[in-house]
């Protein structure tokens, strides 16, 4: 069982509070140094920095400069969630990926890959049925180094909010709970909560909230039913590679030389529902089916109980007395 996966390690209640604040001192203070740094030097003022405006950033760095120094934040902070783990809960990244014996990479893959797929059919679908709201925006060499940036460094980017989100923190509100619908509410609500300062929400309003705390119960969801994070993982890699290769817009969070731009003016309206009340119904389905899931109320909302360790040592103890015996007949 996934969130049981704590019970193995040091699980007290403060290592999981202190960590949360150390992860995102990394993410958010540490990890912006860079960022900073490379603003600083670019427009040599502080002022720069001042309204951190994203389309000014991209504007001072170049589109594929601030991406790189955006993705790095999370890198950092991947970087300090592994290192907290494994010094204060003694925890190794299997447990804090899966409850399997290892990675399942198959699983990560076939996630990629079909989100992948349907997310490309979606856009080139869109594209064809609406080509006055996209430019071409193809330039071969800044487009390389899109790739180069975004294969390389998305991948990690997607990793911390699912190592952060669905691992660390649905592991230790799961133990501190002792049940698992609550951390799947908490992680999904906080998750959704964090894109609020994305400038979509600026421009579309609070509506596009429902896609983000959607998406977080979709996540929570596949971690749950399945006992790990791999298909998070692979699902979460893909939306965020391919909407940064194929498609970008002046008001979205990811400004890229991407393949296609999206010139219309955007409209929240009831398209936002259909991931969360269709697609993401459907995923889960087939991903049911394809894993054989079952006892889904159990796995969503059951209890998490804490391994009976007392009685563990006394057998272990008891089997060892009995092999000495054995031995010294």
């Known amino acids: 069982m996934y969130i049981e ?25 540490i990890g912006g140094i860079p960022l900073i740094a490379a603003l600083v030097v670019k427009s040599g003022s502080l002022d720069s920095i001042g309204g951190g405006d994203i389309g000014e950033m991209a504007t001072i760095l ?14 950092i902070g991947l970087i300090g969630l592994l290192v907290w783990t494994a010094m204060m809960h003694k925890q190794p990244l299997l447990e804090l990926t899966t409850s399997r014996k290892k990675i399942d990479w198959k699983r990560i893959f ?21 080509p ?17 940036i975004a294969i390389i460094m998305v991948p ?15 592991q230790g509100i799961g133990v501190m709970a002792k049940n698992r619908w609550v951390p799947l509410v908490i992680t999904s609500v906080i998750f959704g909560g964090m894109h609020m300062f994305n400038p979509e929400v600026e421009k579309l309003g609070y509506g596009i909230m429902v896609f983000y705390i959607g998406t977080g119960f ?62 993401y119904p459907i995923i889960l389905f087939v991903f049911g089916k394809k894993y054989k899931w079952s006892n889904w109320a159990e796995r969503l909302t059951g209890k998490v109980n804490e391994p009976n ?7 272990q103890s008891g089997s060892s007395n009995e092999n000495q015996n054995h031995f010294s007949n």
């Open 132 to 148: 006055e709201n996209y430019e071409f925006n193809f330039k071969l060499e800044p487009f390389l180094i899109l790739a180069l």
């Open 156 to 170: 990690l980017q997607t990793s911390f909010e699912e190592y952060f989100f669905r691992g660390y923190m649905m």
């Open 5 to 29: 996966q704590a019970y193995k390690r040091l699980h007290d209640s403060w290592r999981y509070v202190l960590g949360l604040a150390t992860v995102f001192i990394f993410w958010n203070i």
């Open 309 to 315: 360790t007392e009685f563990d040592e006394f057998v």
């Open 62 to 75: 170049g589109s594929n400069g601030f991406l790189f120094y955006m993705l790095l934040t999370f890198v």
């Open 218 to 279: 979709f996540l929570g969801i596949l971690t749950l039913m399945d006992e790990g994070l791999e298909l998070a993982l692979g699902f979460h890699a893909a939306n965020n590679l391919f909407t940064a290769l194929l498609v970008t817009a002046e008001w979205t969070a990811f400004q890229t030389h991407s393949i296609y731009k999206d010139v219309s003016e955007p409209i929240l309206g009831w398209d936002v529902l259909v991931p969360v009340l269709v697609i």
């Open 110 to 130: 076939f996630a990629f890959i079909i989100w992948g797929v349907i997310s490309t059919a979606f856009v080139l679908v869109d594209i064809q049925m609406s």
